[in-house]
């Protein structure tokens, strides 16, 4: 066995702290993604749900005070740290990589897989989907955030000059800024369309709604300038499927 670590836990184990300070409130954070996740999930009172790739630990928090269980994990330790000490008993929280099956999940034993702004950092993802799949209750939903192809093509070829195919899975690295002077340097993967539906659909789930997101007006208050980049290119996409 390899030991090198998880995409995801050397990408974020460079500014841990610095992320979770920030996520609250930063605009692609918080007026873009969360409310389009949030816009798919149904009344979460009452359901048992699994966040895979928790982070800091935002949604989790949101999804217990409505009233669920939730069940959340994350590759990155410091994460895993920040998300205990945001939840404390509130919800189950360990670490876990994506990259390996839900082992500690039972069959048909959650109502609910979330998986926002995760799965970039994940080759594969027919693997991970058809574990989702098996932990979801008859009738349950999964509902992901990623890149959105058109979008990161856009922001990597036009806008930062870097030599891509839209048709090809490729992986590449960036810099990040909005987390303080030291910028993080971020190794994703990038894919076309396809390859974000097909591996729903090859999991036995059914793609139930697709969301090109707009941003809020907060967003535009605090970002006017991407704001106005969002409302005409989409920087994410918010798929929900049904099993």
């Not at 939730?70 to 189950?92: C, I, N, Q, S, W």
Request: glycine share 6%; charged share 25%; aromatic share 12%.
């Amino acid at each position: 066995m390899s030991d090198e670590k998880p995409l995801g836990e050397k990408n974020y184990e460079q500014f841990a702290d610095a992320y979770a300070a920030a996520v609250r409130t930063k605009p692609h954070n918080a007026y873009y993604d969360r409310p389009a996740v949030q816009s798919l999930l149904p009344d979460v009172d009452g359901l048992r749900v699994l966040d895979a790739g928790c982070g800091p630990g935002m949604y989790t928090e949101w999804l217990v005070e409505r009233g669920a269980e939730v069940v959340a994990f994350d590759v990155t330790p410091r994460m895993v740290e920040l998300a205990k000490e945001r939840l404390g008993d509130r919800a189950t929280v360990f670490q876990h990589d994506l990259n390996q099956p839900l082992a500690f999940a039972n069959d048909t034993s959650f109502d609910l897989v979330i998986a926002p702004l995760v799965l970039d950092y994940i080759a594969d993802w027919v693997p991970v989907f058809t574990e989702f799949a098996r932990v979801l209750k008859p009738g349950g939903e999964f509902v992901f955030s990623c890149g959105h192809p058109h979008g990161d093509y856009n922001w990597l070829h036009n806008k930062r000059g870097i030599d891509i195919n839209y048709f090809k899975l490729e992986q590449p690295t960036v810099t990040w800024g909005g987390f303080g002077e030291d910028r993080p340097t971020i190794t994703f993967y990038r894919r076309p369309l396809n390859m974000i539906l097909n591996p729903v659909m090859a999991a036995g789930l059914t793609i139930d709604h697709i969301l090109e997101p707009l941003p809020t007006e907060k967003f535009a208050e605090l970002d006017p300038d991407n704001y106005a980049d969002l409302l005409q290119i989409p920087a994410f996409i918010v798929v929900r499927a049904k099993k």
